[in-house]
């Protein structure tokens, strides 16, 4: 149970019942998720970003959020979860790039504190053609889904544990993203 009540509480896991709680403060944190994740004005992929997002959610711990945005990069990746997986229990040994491999290293280091980036991270990734855009995107997705997993787990929310239960979120999140959405518009038990 929430730390606060929430409405629909028992129908609306993580971040969605805390933005049904919210909507004023939903609309702008939606449309951050939407310029980050979503918007195709970016050298990443969408998968490549909700990639970040699931990690950086994993390292924190944060059922929901690892789980939502997992099942949004399977969705991106058409990924049976083998690569979601990997990222979150391996990153350095799954079957991605190694651009993306020396994003998420930076990624790691800003989950644990904006200090613990070093400049050979930043040698690495330049090294492995990520652009200034991209890593100042990465960096930016990191410090975000941080707020975001503390906004979740710090007031209670609950999460389902079963991992099937997010895909059909994730098949959303690809098809719409996150500008337009409305947490009681999608009620599923």
């Not at 403060?25 to 998968?47: E, I, W």
């Not at 990690?55 to 945005?69: G, I, L, R, T």
């Not at 979740?152 to 098949?171: F, K, Q, S």
Request: charged share 25%; with cysteine; hydrophobic share 40%.
């Amino acid at each position: 149970m929430a730390y606060i009540t929430l409405p629909e509480e028992d129908l609306l896991p993580g971040i969605r019942g805390l933005m049904a709680f919210s909507p004023e403060t939903s609309k702008p944190l939606n449309a951050l998720a939407q310029v980050l994740l979503h918007d195709t004005d970016n050298t990443l992929s969408p998968g490549e970003r909700e990639m970040i997002a699931t990690f950086v959610s994993s390292e924190n711990d944060c059922m929901f959020c690892k789980s939502v945005h997992g099942a949004a990069t399977r969705c991106y990746l058409e990924d049976d979860g083998t690569i979601v997986n990997q990222v979150m229990y391996n990153f350095q040994e799954a079957a991605i790039s190694d651009k993306m491999k020396a994003l998420l290293s930076i990624a790691q280091s800003v989950q644990k504190g904006g200090k613990h980036v070093k400049t050979g991270q930043i040698e690495k990734a330049r090294e492995e053609g990520a652009t200034d855009k991209e890593i100042h995107d990465t960096v930016l997705i990191a410090a975000a889904f941080c707020m975001f997993n503390r906004y979740v787990d710090g007031l209670g929310t609950w999460a389902p544990d079963n991992p099937a239960a997010y895909l059909p979120r994730g098949i959303k999140i690809k098809e719409e993203g996150y500008a337009n959405y409305d947490p009681m518009k999608t009620i599923v038990r």
